[in-house]
């Protein structure tokens, strides 16, 4: 049988390149950063939250509005923007009863626009 697994090259040899390793540890961002990052990009992860950003790049909505759109309970639509809003990507503004959401800046677009990038060079 054969194995469709993608093979990894790997060194064979046992010399570490002192110097290529202490530019590159010099140059990393602190481990807490790295973290921040990578929950960062756990937001990302999940579908539902990737169309309510998309949906934010059109127009600033409100709950009611984005479970119309996705065809969604409103309490699951306000649990993804929950999860939105602390990892500091959207925003709100209330307006009488109704709260409107929003992106909370630009980089989330240039975020997008890089993933697209990335997917469509294949």
């Known amino acids: 049988m054969v194995n469709n697994k993608t093979l990894v090259e790997f060194c064979n040899c046992n010399i570490i390149h002192e110097d290529i390793v202490r ?11 790295l973290y921040d990052l990578a929950e ?4 990302f992860g ?4 990737i169309k309510i950003l998309c949906a934010l790049f059109q127009a ?7 479970a119309a ?11 993804q923007l929950r999860v939105l809003k602390s990892a500091g990507l959207v925003k709100y503004r209330k ?17 997008f626009e890089q993933g697209f990038n990335h997917i469509n060079h294949k």
Do not use: W
């Not at 960062?40 to 937001?43: C, D, E, G, R, Y």
């Not at 759109?69 to 649990?79: E, P």
């Open 95 to 111: 307006e009488g009863k109704i709260v409107y959401y929003s992106l909370d800046d630009d980089h989330i677009e240039n975020i």
């Open 69 to 79: 759109l996705l065809g969604m309970t409103q309490s699951a639509i306000s649990h």
């Open 60 to 66: 600033e909505m409100c709950v009611c509005d984005i």
């Open 40 to 43: 960062l990009f756990k937001v």
């Open 46 to 49: 999940d579908t539902t939250r």
């Open 23 to 33: 530019k590159v540890k010099s140059n990393m961002p602190q481990e807490e950063k």
